[in-house]
C-alpha cells in the first residue's frame, strides 16, 4: 500500500529537548516536504527536497532542521523546540514534476506540544 | 506578507447546489496551482490542479478556473455532497525553478443534507 508514515503520532516535549520526528514514504518519491499546520494560518512549509542530499527551506525554517540522506526518508529536527513550535505537523511526497502531482500523499500528522 | 489569500474561513451549501471555494495569490510568478482537501485527524489529500497555460481543469465533480490577469482561482464542486464536507486548501508554486509551495489559510466547507 502506498503510504507516508509518521512517528511519533503525538508528542508532548519540554523546552530545548531535542526531537525528531521522522518521515517514511514507500513510493520512490522524489520530493519530500514538511508542513506545520496553525490555526488561521493554514499549512506553511518548512522544508522541501528534491532529492537525495537537496534540501532547501520553505517559508517557515527558523528552528528546524533536515536531512535526505535516503530516498525514502526525510526526518524533521528540532534541535531545541520552543513553545512557539508548538503545532501539528505533516510530511508529504511526490514525483518531482508537478505534472505528476496527483500522486502527491500526505503523511496523517503529528500533534507536537512542547511545553 | 500573505502570497495566498482564502479570505472566507468558512462556508456553507445545500446538498445538491454548487460549492465555490475562492483563493486569490500576489505573486506573478506562480504557475501551478493546487487545491487539497482535509478532514479532521487526516493528512490533506490532493483534490485538483491547474498550470498557468490553462484556465480551466475538470475532473468529475470538480472544477477549477484560473483568471491569471486577476490572480484568482476557485474551485466549484458541483452538485455538492455531505461528504465533500471538509477544509480546503489552494496552493500555489512556481514549477520552473525549486518547488516551493505557499499555501492559503484554507476554508471549512459544510454540505447541509
Known amino acids: 500500500e502506498a503510504q507516508v508514515t509518521q512517528n511519533p503520532r503525538y508528542l508532548i516535549t519540554v523546552t530545548g529537548k531535542k526531537l525528531t520526528v521522522t518521515c517514511s514514504q514507500n513510493?520512490?518519491?522524489?520530493?519530500m516536504s514538511w508542513y506545520r499546520q496553525d490555526p488561521g494560518l493554514g499549512l506553511r512549509q518548512i522544508y522541501y527536497?528534491?532529492?537525495?542530499?537537496?534540501?532547501d527551506k520553505g517559508d517557515v525554517p527558523e528552528g528546524y532542521k533536515v536531512s535526505r540522506k535516503e530516498k525514502r526518508n526525510f526526518p524533521l529536527i528540532l534541535e531545541s523546540p520552543s513553545p512557539n513550535q508548538t503545532s501539528l505537523y505533516f510530511c508529504?511526497?511526490?514525483?518531482?514534476?508537478?505534472?505528476?502531482?496527483?500522486?502527491?500523499?500526505f503523511g496523517p500528522g503529528t500533534r507536537l506540544t512542547v511545553l | 506578507d500573505q502570497q495566498v489569500k482564502q479570505n472566507s474561513p468558512s462556508l456553507s451549501v445545500q446538498e445538491g447546489r454548487i460549492s465555490i471555494l475562492n483563493c486569490d495569490y500576489t505573486?506573478?510568478?506562480?504557475?501551478?496551482f493546487l487545491w487539497y482537501k482535509k478532514y479532521p485527524a487526516e493528512g490533506p489529500t490532493f483534490l485538483i490542479s491547474?498550470?498557468?497555460?490553462?484556465d480551466k481543469n475538470e475532473d468529475g465533480r470538480f472544477t477549477v478556473f484560473l483568471n491569471k490577469s486577476a490572480k484568482h482561482l476557485s474551485l466549484h464542486i458541483v452538485p455538492s455532497q455531505p461528504g465533500d464536507s471538509a477544509v480546503y486548501f489552494c496552493?500555489?508554486?512556481?514549477?520552473?525553478?525549486?518547488?516551493?509551495?505557499?499555501f492559503g489559510t484554507g476554508t471549512k466547507l459544510q454540505v447541509i443534507p
Open positions: 496552493a500555489a508554486l512556481n514549477s520552473g525553478g525549486y518547488q516551493k509551495v505557499t
Open positions: 527536497s528534491m532529492n537525495v542530499e537537496v534540501t
Open positions: 508529504a511526497s511526490s514525483f518531482a514534476s508537478t505534472s505528476r502531482w496527483d500522486e502527491q500523499f
Open positions: 505573486n506573478s510568478m506562480f504557475d501551478y
Open positions: 491547474i498550470s498557468s497555460i490553462k
Open positions: 513510493m520512490n518519491h522524489e520530493y
